[in-house]
């Protein structure tokens, strides 16, 4: 029996891996945010994650898929936290538990949400490989939005008069922006932009006004 086939082996073979991996996103994410785009390399995230230079390369093959690799394990991350916040709430409760999903985010891991908009912003690039992972994820934030929204007109909570899909874009670049500004000047209060982006909330979709 090949050694590869012993279930011991193997299992040992892929807790090894997914500690490699690991420790090599979390030295891509280190490395991002201290040196941007240009300044990360395959061998140095090999070496700063305490493995060879040429590790991340065999693994990821090129900068694009460890790029595209570190992107899907930060929506992943996201989502799990999203997932967690709203659970089985619904309309402005989902809403409003996002929200402050997203605040404790901000606070929390604030190098993972920078690098998220590293390569979000990237991905404008016409050769960005990872482009259509972006929008994708964008499309379902999108839906999420207007699914908690109609739920919130059924239930009465919302205006009816709104349209869900408009609605949703309109809030998903109100978050988007909202942590842009943030990004760019720290300095800027999570506790304040947190509740002004509930109160801008309210007044588009509670008494239908417009943002």
Do not use: C
Not at 131 to 137: E, S
């Amino acid at each position: 029996m090949a050694a590869t086939n012993v279930p011991g082996l193997r299992r040992r073979q892929q807790d090894r891996t997914a500690l490699s991996d690991k420790l090599m996103t979390r030295a891509a994410i280190s490395l991002l945010v201290d040196r941007g785009l240009a300044g990360t390399t395959l061998a140095a995230i090999g070496t700063n994650a305490g493995y060879s230079r040429g590790l991340a390369t065999h693994r990821f093959g090129s900068k694009s898929g460890l790029l595209a690799h570190v992107l899907g394990y930060l929506s992943g991350e996201w989502l799990r936290r999203l997932d967690t916040a709203v659970g089985v709430k619904k309309g402005l409760a989902a809403l409003r538990s996002a929200i402050d999903a997203l605040a404790l985010y901000m606070v929390e891991e604030p190098d993972e949400l920078r690098v998220m908009y590293l390569l979000w912003y990237q991905s404008l690039d016409p050769g960005a490989e990872f482009r259509a992972n972006v929008a994708a994820v964008h499309e379902a934030q999108r839906r999420d939005l207007a699914e908690w929204i109609r739920q919130g007109q059924v239930s009465g909570e919302i205006h009816r008069g709104i349209d869900p899909k408009q609605a949703a874009m309109m809030l998903a670049a109100s978050i988007a922006g909202v942590v842009f500004q943030w990004l760019v000047t720290p300095s800027l209060s999570v506790a304040d932009l947190h509740r002004q982006l509930k109160k801008d909330m309210t007044r588009l979709l509670v008494k239908g006004r417009e943002l």
